[in-house]
Every structure is written in C-alpha cells, then in structure tokens.
C-alpha cells in the first residue's frame, strides 16, 4: 500500500508537472522577439554560447523560466542562477513563461556533429557511463538518442552544442548549478574529468 501511495504521489506530481507546462505557442512567438538576440528567432541559436532551445520539452523549458525569475527573486540563493536570464525573466508573467516554452518547444532543433575522434568514447560513456568510477550512463535519463524524458523533466541535449553542454557540466561539477532533480547531475558531474567532459558533450553534440 505505502508503495502504491508512493507511486501515485510521484505520478501526481509529473502530471503537475506536465499540465503546467502548457501554453499558446502563437502567443508565445509574438513574445519571444527579446529571445532571438541570443537564441535565434526559432530557438535556434547561432553562437556556442547560448543554448538551442528549439524543440525543447515544453515542461523543461518551463521550469528552467521558473527557476531563473526564482533566482533574480532571490538573489541567486535558489533556482538557477545568470545574470543575462535573470534580467530577462524578471517582468514575465506566468503566462508569459508558458506561451514562450510553448513557442520554443513547437521549432525544430538543428542537429550538429561529434568529431570522428570522440565518437567511440564518447558512445562508451554516453550509454553504459563508468561503473569502476561509480559514473551512471547519461542515457538511463536522457535516452539512447539524447532525447530525454518529458515528463520527468530529463531534457532533450541532443544535437546541443558542445561548448553550451561543457559549460553546464561543469556549473554542476562544481554546483554552482544547482537546480537540478535531487542533486543527479551534480552527483553525475561531480565524477567526470575535464576529458570526459570535453568528449561527452561533443559526443552529444552529434546525436540527432
């Protein structure tokens, strides 16, 4: 019984999750022309620097919005925090949020391509991870194709780029990132090397 209370619980709180990530995607594009300077007009962003958020689960898209306007709520002590998405959040609406995730999640990502060097390491680490390190495979969450899981708020990081998906790694190797679902990735990241790292988001910058 207390199982079954348990998984009801968790069934809940993911379908919470998921209704509250709707939105009028129409609106959402007529909202999202401050978005383009960094991630293109369709999500998909020019320069390394900025995330591809193009055809992004809605749910995620949603809470990463919720947790930037938590952190300039906050001053960074919760949620996650940046300065450039702090500044953008902070007059959005709930609405405002939902409609722009719903915009975003409609495009299409552009894929990209992993180095012939990596890809055999990269595949090692990406779908079996390192058990002699205590290090869990990137694809028991995010999929064998990097797609994630929705509903689980798991993100899609295939097709990412490569400098955008080191440098989170590495914000939550050292936690300065830290909005993540009972500390996974921080747990992950904290076992990786610079190398796995550098191979691990080239690999996943290939997948599409």
């Known amino acids: ?22 939105g009028d995607a129409e609106a959402g594009q007529q909202k999202s022309a401050v978005c383009a300077a960094c991630h293109g007009p369709d999500g998909n962003a020019a320069s390394d620097m900025y995330p591809k958020i193009a055809g992004q689960h809605e749910s995620y898209l949603l809470k990463q919005l919720k947790d930037y306007k938590l952190a300039a709520d906050t001053g ?28 975003f999640a409609s495009q299409e990502m552009e894929g990209g391509a992993a180095p012939e060097d990596v890809i055999a390491a990269g595949k090692k680490l990406f ?11 990137c694809a028991a969450c995010h999929g064998p194709r990097g797609d994630g899981m929705a509903l689980a708020n798991f993100p899609n990081i295939s097709g990412q780029h490569a400098a955008y998906t080191k440098q989170q790694l590495e914000l939550f190797r050292s936690g300065e990132r830290a909005n993540d679902m009972n500390n996974m990735m921080r747990d992950v990241a904290s076992k990786l090397t610079d190398k796995d790292i550098e191979i691990l988001s080239q690999y996943i910058q290939g997948l599409y």
């Open 76 to 103: 960074g002590e919760q949620g996650r925090a940046n300065a450039i998405m702090q500044g953008q959040v902070m007059m959005l609406s709930e609405q405002d949020m939902a409609d722009l995730a719903a915009y």
């Open 1 to 22: 019984m207390k199982k079954i209370a348990m998984f009801v619980g968790l069934y809940l709180g993911l379908t919470g999750i998921a209704m509250a990530a709707t």
């Open 127 to 137: 779908a079996a991870g390192d058990e002699s390190r205590g290090i869990a495979a």
